[in-house]
């Protein structure tokens, strides 16, 4: 993605974190990414109907939606990364740090607890 005087917005192999109060088009960005990018998406806050209806509102091909996952458990979010290392995603987006931290069951206020989130599932998939 560029801005409009051409600079990017997102560099490969990086982290980017998009933080703001609800509705100030985070999501909307990541969502935009669908169908250009080989992006997957772990949804924390929103339900496949919401979804659904925010990719056709946006113009998305259905086809294109096939790039979601709702991990529950911290296995299911091991299993993800582990796949994603085989399939390399350009794109991974992580609606949810605090679902995601639930999930995985660490406390964000402990920095040796995002510490090991960030070692065991962020930098692999960056790698």
Known sequence: MQDSKG???LYPGHIHLLYGKPGTWKSWIALSLIGRHKVRYWDFENFSPILATRLRLMGVNPEDAGVFAFPET????YELVAEYKETRPQILVI???SGISRTVGINTD???QV???FNEVFMPLKR
């Open 74 to 77: 911290r296995a299911q979010i």
């Open 7 to 9: 600079n990017y917005l």
């Open 115 to 117: 510490e090991k989130l």
């Open 110 to 112: 402990a920095n040796d």
């Open 95 to 97: 609606d949810g740090m």
